[in-house]
């Protein structure tokens, strides 16, 4: 590697590894911020609440990468044309193209990377995160007992009031327990004492009474009333206290738990099945006329999947040649005997003219199923270009930030967080919208999600080609400059018309 290049890559490693810790640790706080709660409301334990924010990590650092080039180019090259050293390079020769190549080619190595990390490990991570979300629904909140008002019970119609609880201890005095879980009946149970204990299974909570009555009320005899006295009495509320079980089963995973291959397999799918609802309907008129005509049916049209191809089809090679292959078995037994030569009669002879016209629900039915699958196709599609958008804004993003490193170089802190936060935001509102467009079938899928890329990289090259011609970098920054940019823009217009 030339020297120049080591040099200008190295001056951008400590801004990449900066800002992608600060970033990843900013957004990780705001996901502790809003789930903290509700995951400590649980009674979870703290490895619980760990692996939770351990599986939102890759989901953060897909978005924070891309963040992490744009801050980290923009930084490195506003301390190069701060210090003087691009104007150095330029009086030695150095073209704006020799500086900007091995940045290109870092953002290059950074987009296969970042690729392969949102199409293959992100999946898998959303995949145990949304398990393990299914997981937490599913417990109940660790029971706890407060002194001098009625504690409801979950998940029964059983409630405590106790006068003071212990909770070191378990202990409770004044202890009133107001039963209502009998269809016929209505308890309340008064004790002196009583003593708190979890059953060995640790779901059930069990309650030591002392010294009390039991108050009984039939529904059935609204005039009898049962008063029962006893020394000690032992209570047991089921199902208070519940273990977080871990679902070893499969979860319906969405389009942000797929791979792109898998979601293309759902893209294909669907779009053989919108095609299939325009034959259907075809034939519908088709049936309609051979009716009216009395000609017999035509034969349904033979429909095969399409294989995978390009980078899938690469990937599955891959997998066949690291993992084991399946057994196969030599013969199927559906399949006709070798050597045989079978001949099918021509089934079209014996086919009678359609029974009748076709009716407004079976045309009904074609257009909604194409429209469906239409859409589905579009959702799915979506997905796919986003994998191949945030990872490839490695390469606009570091174009953008070079072009405005150059062009004020005394932008100073400003200028890094200014423009990082102008240029995301231009991407992240594009993606959004265009993910929004392409979800309603407005707008293709591919125009949606690569509008911001062709945006930003219009703008990159454009910007490389101005910042190449001028020779000095010492310029600031400041809004004067930029007004006397657009003025004499505009005077060059008008001369050249």
């Not at 309609?288 to 980078?311: F, I, K, N, Q």
Request: aromatic fraction near 8%; glycine fraction near 8%.
């Amino acid at each position: 590697m030339p020297l120049l290049s080591r040099y200008v890559l190295g001056r951008l490693v400590a801004p990449f590894l900066f800002a992608l810790a600060a970033l990843t640790g900013f957004m990780l706080l705001s996901q502790v911020a809003k789930r903290f709660e509700q995951l400590t409301g649980k009674g979870l334990g703290w490895q619980v609440i760990a692996e939770v924010f351990g599986l939102s990590l890759p989901f953060i650092l897909a978005l924070t990468i891309p963040m992490a080039v744009l801050v980290a180019v923009l930084f490195a090259f506003s301390q190069l044309a701060a210090d003087n050293e691009v104007t150095a390079m330029r009086a030695s020769g150095v073209s704006v193209a020799q500086l900007v190549g091995p940045v290109l080619v870092a953002a290059l190595a950074m987009t296969a990377c970042t690729f392969v990390f949102v199409d293959q490990v992100l999946p898998r991570s959303n995949t145990r995160l949304r398990n393990l979300y299914f997981d937490i629904a599913r417990k109940k909140p660790t029971f706890e007992l407060h002194e001098q008002i009625i504690n409801a019970i979950p998940s029964s119609n059983y409630f405590v009031r106790a006068a003071g609880i212990d909770q070191r201890r378990g202990i409770m005095h004044n202890v009133a327990i107001y039963d209502l879980e009998g269809q016929w009946s209505r308890r309340v149970i008064y004790a002196d004492s009583g003593r708190m204990a979890v059953s060995a299974d640790g779901s059930d909570l069990v309650l030591e009474l002392q010294v009390g009555e039991v108050h009984e009320f039939p529904a059935s005899e609204p005039a009898d009333f049962r008063l029962i006295g006893f020394q000690s009495n032992r209570v047991v509320l089921h199902d208070v206290y519940d273990e977080l079980q871990r679902n070893t089963g499969a979860v319906v995973r969405g389009d942000r738990e797929m791979s792109s291959c898998e979601m293309l397999d759902i893209v294909r799918q669907a779009r053989r099945e919108a095609r299939q609802a325009g034959r259907d309907r075809s034939g519908l008129l088709e049936r309609d006329l051979r009716y009216l005509a009395g000609v017999p049916a035509a034969a349904p049209p033979s429909t095969s999947p399409e294989p995978r191809s390009g980078y899938c089809a690469w990937l599955d090679a891959l997998g066949r040649l690291v993992l084991p292959r399946t057994a196969e078995a030599q013969d199927s037994a559906q399949a006709p005997a070798r050597g045989l030569n079978l001949k099918l009669p021509d089934s079209s002879v014996r086919r009678s003219p359609p029974a009748a016209m076709s009716t407004w629900g079976e045309i009904a039915t074609t257009v909604s199923t194409a429209d469906f699958a239409a859409r589905r196709a579009a959702q799915y599609a979506v997905e796919v270009h986003k994998k191949w958008v945030i990872a490839v804004a490695c390469i606009p993003f570091a174009l953008v930030a070079i072009v405005l490193a150059l062009r004020f170089p005394r932008g100073g802190v400003g200028l890094v967080i200014g423009g990082a936060m102008a240029v995301f935001s231009v991407f992240w509102v594009g993606l959004t919208a265009g993910e929004a467009l392409a979800d309603k079938h407005y707008v293709a899928p591919w125009l949606a999600m690569w509008s911001p890329i062709l945006i930003l990289s219009t703008i990159g090259l454009a910007g490389l080609m101005l910042v190449s011609r001028e020779m000095g970098s010492t310029r600031g920054g400041d809004w004067e400059e930029v007004s006397q940019w657009f003025r004499d823009l505009v005077r060059r217009r008008k001369r050249a018309a």
